[in-house]
């Protein structure tokens, strides 16, 4: 189940890719990345596109979500071209979830139904100059077919996101604020204070929905 943003709900096939170029404090995803606290060649395996592809479509979902780690730093090779065919001909829709720091290349987009976008803001703490990367979020923004989802924690978050989106010209209908959280406690606890700020900016608001249902459980 797609549990964040835009398709929050719909039911849905994930590939997770490994790798990333920010190292994001609160990450939930180390195991794709973080050398120093996981043992990577355990964690990534490559994969025949021939056996992921009906492993993902296994339930018939409608929908096939890309996520990482940072997906789009695969888009070059000819495994992600073969994995985008496959799916298209299956008929589903593709959603790619990035960081938005890489620009995506005519192949990705033609082939992507939706970009979940997430930037990332300063209590990630990466440096600005690694996470805002604007020609990048610009080009993403162009192909019509992205949404901007922000993990948030307080209300002054709310606000950074706000001047990042007017900085870029992201308009608020393309924006999700998501809360920050791995377990139901910490997602419920920040939506009140989040959903007030949201609805002010004229943004959208997400939750986690898998965080609810499943908590910190991993493949969920
Ligand atoms: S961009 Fe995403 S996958 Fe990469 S470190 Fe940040 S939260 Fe983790």
């Not at 990534?44 to 780690?69: K, Y």
């Not at 789009?72 to 298209?88: K, V």
């Not at 989802?149 to 007017?166: H, L, M, N, P, W």
């Amino acid at each position: 189940m797609q549990g964040e943003g835009p398709s929050l709900g719909r039911r849905a096939g994930f590939v997770r890719l490994g790798g990333c170029n920010l190292h994001c404090t609160w990450c939930d995803t180390p195991y794709t990345w973080n050398a120093a606290r996981h043992n990577l060649r355990a964690e990534l395996t490559r994969t025949a596109v021939a056996e992921i592809v009906p492993r993902v479509l296994r339930g018939n979902p409608e929908l096939v979500v890309i996520t990482g780690g940072e997906p789009l730093l695969h888009q070059r090779q000819p495994g992600w071209t073969s994995l985008l065919s496959a799916l298209t001909a299956a008929g589903v829709e593709v959603e790619v979830e990035t960081n938005g720091t890489l620009a995506p290349t005519s192949g990705t987009t033609a082939a992507v139904t939706r970009f979940n976008v997430s930037p990332k803001l300063a209590h990630a703490g990466d440096p600005e100059a690694a996470r805002i990367r604007p020609a990048a979020l610009q080009s993403l923004l162009s192909t019509g077919k992205a949404g901007f989802k922000f993990v948030c924690a307080t209300a002054d978050d709310v606000a950074e996101v706000s001047r990042i989106a007017g900085r870029l010209g992201i308009p608020p209908t393309a924006v999700w604020v998501m809360p920050e959280g791995t377990t139901a406690g910490r997602v419920t606890a920040r939506l009140p204070v989040l959903a007030e700020a949201a609805i002010a900016a004229g943004f959208n608001l997400t939750t986690r929905l898998h965080v609810h249902v499943w908590g910190d459980e991993r493949a969920r």
